[in-house]
């Protein structure tokens, strides 16, 4: 009963079409609850394929805009009721409309079809057209119900990885799981982040990424415990690892063994000293780091 099932949905959008892609959403969520998932875990931004609009074109700024969803328009409530009739969780990513800039944003739909949690991408890419998202305000962690018993789960987005902050604070918020929806390449730099994500703070990580040629997929599950006896040997924490094409990646994660783990070893919050780390939460930025186009 303490195995939970993530199934990781590597998938190619259909461009910024809603239709196609709830259609296509549907239909591999359809397959993971076939396959005994309890979390199906779409890419980000998965209502419009991380689709974003062309400054030079004239009106498609207000075009891409206008495919922002909110939480009782139908491509949402499609998903939740499609949840409820599967009975698995369903993390499902979209632009989200908002006032002035929409945002960038993932709502964990659980088995009974309500919106669990909801967040917003914080570390939005300011140095890309990205910049034309709302930033979110907070990392909210909820305790999800599942066929494996209830889990601790949170979510960070793509670019909130590069950032350790944003994995430490879903963890001190009561984070066991880490839902992590991705649009971009990843290389074996970005690949390691999951591991010492998962590692420094003992949580589970599970990331979804478009398949190639979109991006080149690897969506990738990886979990916490990397000595499963008391000074005994490491072990390999990586539990998928897909390729570059589309499917369904199924990731097993034994909660049991993983409470065990965040409850004997010295990572996490054990024994950390905040009182020393002030300098952490200061805004101001000095060289080389200071970028024109970045806001705190």
Known sequence: MSQLRIALLQLAACGADLAANLEKGEAFCRRAAAQGADIALFP???SIGYTFFNPETPGDHERWTGLAVGPDDPFITHFRALARELGIAIALTYLERWPGRPRNTVSVI??????????????????????????????????????????????????????PESARILMLNGAEIILVPNACGLDTHRLMQFRTRAFENMVGLAMANYAAPQENGHSIA?????????????????????????GIYLATFDLERLRAYREREAFGDAYRRPRLYGRLVETTVYPPFIRGDATR
């Open 44 to 46: 980000e931004m998965w």
């Open 110 to 163: 659980d088995r009974r079809g309500e919106i669990l949690l909801t967040y917003a991408k914080v570390h939005t890419c300011e140095f890309d057209v990205e910049r034309h998202c709302t930033p979110g305000e907070e990392f909210p962690v909820a305790t999800l119900e599942t066929a494996a018993g209830p889990v601790r789960v949170g979510c960070m987005i793509c670019f909130d990885r590069e950032f």
């Open 222 to 246: 990886v979990d916490a415990v990397a000595y499963p006896e008391i000074d005994g040997e490491p072990r390999d924490t990586l539990i998928v690892e897909a390729g570059e094409a589309e």
